[in-house]
């Protein structure tokens, strides 16, 4: 079995910061790639960040600068720092990435979400 699990969401002020993590469990060989999606109530699922198994990385407009994805491969572990929040930034930010298992397998995988709600 392969999990993702998101932590670290929560409610903050606008202009405050939070550090979203993103933990993979089971019989893990490896991530591959990975990113932070995020939906809004009524809105489509969007992709926030993304990091490739190299460490490179790429942003939605709407976060670039605020925001930054990084990965720890010794803890199969994803992060989410979000700086300069804004309202708009307000939605369930869901952690995706395709896993490697040590029976070889391929998992593309969604974590349950994380709620993050930004106060003006």
């Known amino acids: 079995q392969v999990e993702l699990v998101e932590s670290g969401g929560g409610l903050v002020q606008a202009g405050g910061s939070l550090r979203l993590s993103c933990a993979a469990s089971?019989?893990?060989?490896?991530?591959?790639?990975a990113g932070w999606y995020r939906q809004a109530p009524g809105k489509q699922r969007d992709l926030a960040a993304a990091?490739?198994?190299?460490?490179?990385?790429n942003y939605a407009d709407s976060v670039k600068g605020r925001f930054t994805i990084s990965r720890d491969n010794a803890k199969n572990t994803v992060y989410l720092q979000m700086n300069s929040l804004k309202p708009e930034d307000t939605a369930v930010y869901y952690c995706?990435?395709?896993?490697?298992?040590?029976?070889?397998?391929?998992?593309?995988?969604w974590g349950p979400g994380a709620q993050v709600t930004v106060s003006s």
């Open positions: 995706n990435a395709v896993i490697r298992d040590g029976k070889y397998d391929l998992h593309d995988v």
């Open positions: 089971g019989n893990i060989l490896r991530i591959n790639s």
């Open positions: 990091i490739t198994s190299g460490g490179g990385t």
